[in-house]
């Protein structure tokens, strides 16, 4: 693109986003104008990527997480800023984890691994065992026992690639790593190697939690990177393969944290909530920039750009940043439960953990009845956030605001674009340097512009503009 | 993002997006599943920006990029390959540019920069001045021969964080570097140093084309870095600050050169074109990974992708890989030409220039009775670019296909993501890794889409999808 000539000047002019000159597309236009220009969300994420960096739930980085946050949200001149307690697990990946294909057709070979979370370890002298490999579990199933019973089982059902939405990629490959060491003990395998959670091939392995199920035994669990995976995949279909791990991963007693929350009480129906929140734990391995530092420093930009802007609230705006949404969702699930003991309502509540990237609009879902009054009510906004390239549509809402379904608040998830998150999540490569500053400062100026809308017009159909 | 609880897989079914199931949304499914699991255009780009390298027009490489793909299109099994020969101009920057603050508060500071191109050079001694800084041209004006004579005028004009389209913040501030010089020429200065063309703050400088003016003496000029930009203009309010600039560039005798086409042969209305095209020059820093590398591999991958699906063109569909581009846009005025000479007729021509990210749509011109007749021809085909987050919009074509306007061509301009854009723009950060392959291939699978819809329905209404 070179455009130093006017054939090309006349084609910018051109671009300009259309704007209804109303007073709601003058203030959203104002939202995104600060936001661009004025949001400290950019400088927010540097600190907690590169000053205090992954904090996994009970970790010192994730106390530091909470402190430095807390500390953040008292400099804005909210109404109250508040530490609501919560119990985490503590689990930690000890030592370097090391996966070895220890005798195949071409002799030894390290693999580029990373033990998943809660999973238990090898002990210091590892395991060694022949490999089986499954892209199923029905799969598992036909092996059977005589198949499986002291080998190490390798679920290596990659992401399907042509699923637009990565996310639904993921949907269809991660009860392997959910739920495939369960699987795999019930039949007498010893561990389980799982390919990576991730779009590409490369070397990158990515980390994820595990739940083992009651009443079958706990085997060691690992990810490797999808290159990997390919290799090992095809040393099988030329022999037998053995693979040699070793994990030092142990799990503590539960130890106090706390989700951070600060809130801007409103003028006309304080009782009415309105949640922005992402999660502030992170996984132990590089900086949780985009899962989910992005979403977090975004849910406090909301309630910074509604303060510069001088917004007075109708409703209550309130900004939750969940601890332990990767390996227990504690701070989500102790958010409901101390809610609901309160009897608070939540008209809305909007979650970013989809990484800081360009918005595309809003997903949302709810009980049947809160979805089919609410979710008409957002439609005459379309022209309003059409210009932004914003468009809201049914789906997820989020992990942590799941809890607040059943007590009737509309869910709404913040989508960005899906294509390159599953190349950082969980990873060592998710740094602050991928998270690029428009696209991060873009997401909260959408987010604070629904939230306005919401705000000034209910959910409810009646009052609403159109 | 943990996702390992079923209350987030819930979440996850609510993603998939709508299909209409048709014959042409299941076509158009079809293609975007071939894109995402057999397209050709990652590899050829990695071949072109790690193989080839940049490709300045008359350059070694260039030539070698005009046999590449060549080779690869010859590859497809097409009707018909063929160079179109065109003579470009021969600029070098010669050895690397030195730009030093050699007298200000601070002392003496080299600058990053890139002389920029069809520059002049200042000869083995350099120039040293005083530097002058101006945000305008008006600015410039007022200050006239008596403040500007004998010193380096600096344009410090920054793009407009605030315009959602990072092509209307370049539109904004590129008169500066393409014309500064010989604005600031009429006054009497020696040279000129122009903040780099980019979005953000960063050590980058961006080169780029600058155009003298008939009867204006030509003087030398620089980008320097918007970080050094922002260090000078503050140096600049605290007293006098003095540059030392030197470049060696050198203009020659224009060389031949070509650009590549490729075409299917209409079965019943071949003659009829419909062009997809982009640019095989680049500048000479980077590797042209984004300006213009994954256009010329998207415009290839159309034709790839349209063989691959055994898709028999009603019209003749035509790949053009245009040369100088960048400076002198030769290749697609000799196009241009050659067309009117044989009295050709281009349909639609598409141009894909601005960067590989993300598909959010196409943007629409052409002269008015054209764009009348058959921009809403398009309309009735919304619904089935509306999944993949297509948009069609009036707005500009591009640069290359700019001389067919004239000859009743409807111009389209495919439109990826801008956000991330002029964070590469013609530096020697545009380099291969930073291309995503997901969103490379879904900019292939999108433009083959229209090519599609439009070799299938026309653009005059009638006989129209509705």
């Known amino acids: ?108 070979v390290e693999l580029h691994s990373l033990a998943l979370g809660n999973a238990i370890g090898t002990g210091e002298r590892g395991i060694a065992a022949p490999v089986v490999e499954v892209k199923t579990f029905e799969e598992l199933e036909k092996l059977g026992p005589a198949s499986v019973k002291g080998k190490i089982v390798f679920f290596n059902r990659p992401f399907d690639p042509t699923k637009i939405n990565t996310f639904e990629a993921y949907g269809g490959a991660v009860e392997q790593r959910a739920w495939g060491a369960s699987e795999a003990a019930k039949y007498g395998a010893i561990g389980v190697l799982v390919r990576s959670m991730a779009s590409g091939l490369d070397d990158v392995p990515h980390t994820g939690g595990l739940a083992y199920r009651d009443g079958i035994e706990k ?38 944290s706390y989700s951070v929350v600060g809130e801007i009480k409103g003028s006309e129906k304080p009782e009415e909530i309105i949640l922005v929140g992402g999660h502030l734990d992170s996984w132990d391995v590089g900086e949780g920039a985009h899962d989910d530092g992005a979403g977090c420093v975004q849910s406090m930009g909301v309630l910074q750009l509604l ?39 939540h008209l809305a509540a909007i979650e970013s953990d989809r990484g800081g990237f360009t918005p595309r609009g809003f997903t949302v879902d709810g009980e049947a009845d809160v979805f089919a009054l609410r979710f008409p009510a957002m439609q005459p906004w ?22 607040l379904k059943s007590q009737q608040a509309l869910l709404i998830g913040y989508e960005p674009d899906p294509q390159r998150y599953f190349d950082y999540h969980h990873t060592h490569a998710d740094v602050f340097e991928t998270v690029n500053k428009r696209e991060l400062e873009l997401g909260t100026a959408a987010i604070t512009s629904l939230v306005f809308l919401i705000d000034k017009y209910g959910l409810e159909g009646d009052g609403n503009k159109n």
Chains 1, 2 share one sequence.
């Open 307 to 345: 303060k510069r802007l001088n917004y007075q609230p109708r409703r209550t705006i309130r900004c939750v940043l969940f601890m332990n949404e990767e390996n227990g969702l504690m701070g989500g699930k102790t958010y409901g439960e101390e809610a609901k003991r309160k009897g608070e309502f």
């Open 382 to 403: 379309s022209d309003l956030l059409e210009p932004y390239g914003l468009r809201i549509k049914k789906g997820g809402g989020g992990a942590d605001i799941s809890p």
């Open 1 to 108: 693109m070179g455009a130093m000539f006017l054939s090309v000047f006349a084609t910018f002019s051109a671009f300009t986003q259309s704007e209804k000159i109303d007073e709601d597309a003058l203030f959203i236009r104002k939202i995104h104008d600060i936001a661009l220009t004025n949001s400290q969300c950019y400088d927010w994420l540097r600190h907690l990527t590169k000053e205090v960096g992954h904090r996994l739930s009970a970790s010192p980085q994730a106390a530091a997480a909470v402190e430095f946050t807390r500390q953040m949200l008292d400099t804005l001149g909210l109404d109250s800023v508040w530490l609501q307690p919560c119990r985490v697990p503590h689990w930690i990946r000890g030592e370097k984890e090391i996966v070895r294909i220890s005798q195949s057709v071409m002799g030894t």
């Open 219 to 256: 085997i060691p669990a690992v990810a490797i990177s999808t290159n990997d995976a390919e290799l090992l995949s095809s040393l099988l279909q030329q022999g037998e393969v053995k693979v040699f791990m070793r994990t030092l991963c142990q799990q503590f007693e539960d130890e106090p």
